[in-house]
Structures are given as C-alpha cells and as structure tokens.
C-alpha cells in the first residue's frame, strides 16, 4: 500500500499536470477563434474564383489548348503518376488528429506501387514518413501553426512546377476539417480540376443560350491566370481548415484530459484520506494499548509492593 507521502506527491503531480492541460486547452480554444475568422474570410473568395472558373469553362471556344484543360483520362490507371500532399501538425496531443490523416495517406500510397510522390506540411509527417523509409519529395519546412497566402503560394508554386512539367499526372490533397467538434480527414482531388473535367464532359442541353463572352488576351491566358489562383486559394483554405482542425482536437484532448485529472484527483483523494485515517486509528491504537498496558505494570508493581509488606 502507498504512503501518505507517496500518495500527496501523486497529487501534486496530477494538479501539475492539470495546469499545463488547462492552459493547453485555452491556448487552443483562443487560436480556434481566429482560425475560424481566418476561414470565414477566405470562403467568399474561393467560391467566387470556382464560380469564376466554371463559368470560362462553359463559354471557351472550341480548340482550345491549355495543360488545365487536359483530363489525363488518356494515361491508364495504374500508369498515373500522384502526388500526395499532406496536411500535419508540428506535434502531437490532438487526439487522432495526425494518426487519422496519416493513415488515409498511407490507404492510398499502397495501391500506388512506386509511382507516388510526397509533398508534407507538419513534423509529425515528415518524421513518420523518415521512420518508414519512404521518399518525401518536397518537405515544406515551416510550421503548420500559422497559416498564410504566402506559404499557400509557395507550395501551390511548387505543386504547379510539377503539374507543367507532367511530372505528375494527379495531385490529391488530403487534410481535415472541422464541424461543430466533429474533425473529419477529407481525400480530394487538386489537379486536374474535377470542376473543368466535369463541364467538358456534360452534354450542353439542347437550345440553352450562352452568354456572349470576350475573352482577352486569350482564353488560354485567362485559365492561366485564374487557376493557378483557385490553386493558391484551395490550399490556402486547406491549411486554415487543418489548424482549425487541430485547434478543435487538441481541445477535445485537452478537456478529457482535465476529466481525467479531475477523477484520478478524486480517487486519489478518496485513497489519502483513507489512509489517513488508518494511521490515525492506528496510532489511537497504539496508545490506548500503551496506556493499558502501562496500567497493567502499575498494577502488579503495586501487587508486588503489597507482597513484600506482607
């Protein structure tokens, strides 16, 4: 059974612990608000560029040439050349957060045989994937705490350089979002864009108007221009949606974490003032057993004393 004193130094330890949890928990639930202002005023900018990019597609003149307007379809299956980038955190404690992810990447990675490639925001993947042994291409060296267009230019920059120079056939993304305190790990598709791919291939109904359309300096240029920008704005979105992710699971983590130090606090509460008692009543004991047998010894000194007189 513990001592007094190792059962006391569990509960400072405990209460230490606690603190730093509690404190974790209100870091994170103050940086989710801003996470979730941060995504509030991206949404209405990269609906409009999706909006904008349907919209070209359906009125492009035919003959068109441009590499964002190519399916890949031609190339088989198995013969297409991916890349993967994956949303992580910079360290662990969130739950399931990067556990999750990493494991829907590596779903997908398997079918692949060799003709993968790997793009990794966050530590937590990039030692993963390093513990594994397998390649990562490009390893975005910043942290996954603060989100920005710069960086989102940066790795659509990068992401783009493979695209033009075919490279890689099919780029997905894979990271998490967030509803309400429900996190849900997404697998999308980035490159080609489903929403080209979709328009060309939809028969226009018979009679349906289109609007006259005056694309300058080209149309190819227009593609140029506005889809490298939905590029840099998807994973812009992608990486507010993984911190605001994480913010939210680390949250989830921290306060059944506080639950748990609460009911060990408990318990080991319960377990000190039992204990506590025990030596009380022990050392009660163990002097009323003394006082007796002190007594005891009075009495057959007296006993003896009485004897002798005799």
């Known amino acids: 059974m513990a001592t007094i004193k190792e059962i006391r130094d569990r509960i400072n330890s405990v209460n230490d612990t606690k603190k730093i949890t509690n404190a974790m ?56 050349r991916r890349g993967y980038i994956i949303f992580t955190d910079d360290k662990g404690l969130a739950g399931a957060y990067n556990h999750n992810v990493l494991d829907v990447a590596e779903e997908h990675i398997k079918n692949d045989g060799d003709k993968w490639k790997l793009f990794v925001i966050g530590e937590v993947g990039r ?44 780029f997905y993304v894979i990271y998490t979002t967030v509803h309400g305190n429900v996190c849900e790990t997404r697998y999308e598709k980035l490159l080609p864009l489903d929403i080209i791919t979709d328009i060309q291939l939809m028969e226009q109904p018979a009679g349906v108007m289109r609007e006259e359309f005056l694309m300058e300096p080209s149309p190819s240029a227009i593609l140029d221009n506005i889809v490298p920008n939905y590029i840099t704005g998807f994973i812009y979105g992608a990486l507010v949606e993984a911190f605001c992710s994480v913010q939210s699971a680390r949250m989830m983590a921290m306060d059944s974490a506080n639950k748990n130090a ?33 007594k005891r010894s009075k009495e057959a000194k007296k006993k003896g004393a009485a004897l002798e007189k005799r």
């Open 25 to 80: 928990y209100l870091i994170s639930s103050t940086k989710l608000r801003k996470a979730k202002k941060m995504l509030t005023e991206t949404e209405p900018f990269f609906f409009a560029t999706q909006a904008m990019i349907s919209r070209v597609v359906r009125h492009l003149p035919e003959g068109v040439e441009n590499i964002f307007l190519e399916t890949r379809l031609d190339i088989p299956e198995k013969e297409r």
């Open 127 to 170: 030692f993963h994937f390093a513990s594994k042994n397998m390649d990562i291409e490009e390893s975005f060296l910043f942290t996954s705490q603060n989100p920005t267009l710069h960086r989102a230019r940066k790795i659509a920059a990068e992401i783009l350089d493979y695209y033009y120079s075919r490279q890689i056939d099919e």
């Open 262 to 294: 609460e009911k060990m606090l408990d318990n080991l509460q319960r377990t000190y003032n039992r204990t506590r008692q025990a030596l009380i009543t022990q050392e009660i004991t163990e002097v009323v057993s003394g006082a007796k047998a002190l």
